[in-house]
């Protein structure tokens, strides 16, 4: 209960009794599912889902993400939520794994997370198209004096009273990368799922394996959605509010997230392994 009723850390501080707790609450949940199910497809699908649960975590505070201040120019990122956006490239590298679900699972996990970048690079140019010729504002960080990649100095072309504005090239490289994770860790997520149940569904459900492919595809998908908006909101509460990206102050603290999706992915595979493996 202590963790529970622990108040939250400012900046990049670590609450270390709830990061305790947690750590403890995932390796209950792992030794459970190895107890009942042992070292087979099902303990393999929860530990497939935990990584992809931290992927998208920690994908997740790469993302630029400026909210409404964003949407009036005072806000360097894209104007909109954490979890909107991140799950937009979660399900665009989601979409694009499950196309390549039948090379395996290297190749579909390389593709969604190819696909969640994709779909990242093209938000961020477009995202860029408006701020500069649409409300002609030069993009500026509000966090830094220069940007970590080009060098490029920042103060004189940041407006007086905002904390910034448009996509910074590092903001830009920032929302490819969460593009990868996300896309990666969903992928991950459904690819994993979708094994388990094309092996174990026909036998619960007494017919044959092609006729459960259409059952295992939509379940897995729901699942694998699911738990990407799960871990999209988590870490938009550990960033409260907008981030830059990679060099925003706020990034130091994905290690809270990383724990808070993986006890978080952990419990929800639990729940999506036992519908088929009870």
């Given at each position: 209960?202590s ?16 990061m ?12 459970a ?7 087979g497809l ?24 400026g ?45 969604g ?22 409300m ?20 004189e ?23 990868l ?5 969903g ?17 619960m459900m ?16 729901m699942f694998?959605i ?7 909101v ?23 997230a ?11 595979g639990?729940?999506a392994i ?5």
């Open positions: 209960m963790a529970i009723g622990a108040k939250p850390a400012a900046g990049a501080a670590v609450d270390t009794t709830a305790v707790v947690g750590i403890i609450i995932l390796l209950l949940v792992i030794g599912t190895y107890y009942l199910f042992g070292s099902a303990f393999m699908a929860l530990i497939g889902i935990i990584i992809g649960g931290v992927l998208i975590g920690f994908g997740v505070h790469f993302v630029p993400v909210g409404a201040p964003a949407a009036m120019g005072q806000a360097p990122g894209i104007a909109t939520g954490v979890a909107m956006l991140a799950a937009g490239a979660g399900l665009a590298g989601l979409f694009g794994g499950a196309w390549a679900a039948e090379m395996g699972v290297v190749v579909a996990t390389i593709t997370a190819i696909g969640g970048g994709l779909m990242m690079a093209i938000t961020c140019m477009f995202v860029n198209f408006i701020y500069v010729f649409g002609g504002i030069p993009s500026a960080s509000g966090k830094v004096t220069k940007d970590p990649i080009t060098g490029d100095t920042q103060p072309f940041k407006s007086q009273g905002t904390e910034g504005h448009g996509l910074p090239f590092v903001s830009y490289v920032g929302g490819v990368i969460g593009g994770f996300g896309g990666a860790g992928t991950l997520i459904y690819l994993v799922l979708l094994d388990l149940y094309e092996e174990e569904l026909p036998a007494n017919a044959l394996p092609a006729q459960i492919v259409p059952i295992a595809v939509a379940l897995a998908g694998a699911g738990m990407f908006l799960v871990n999209a988590l870490a938009a509460y550990n960033i409260t509010g907008t981030i830059e990206g990679p060099h925003d102050p706020k990034f130091k603290r994905f290690p809270r990383v724990v808070a999706s993986a006890v978080a992915s952990a419990i929800c639990i729940v036992m519908i088929v493996a009870v």
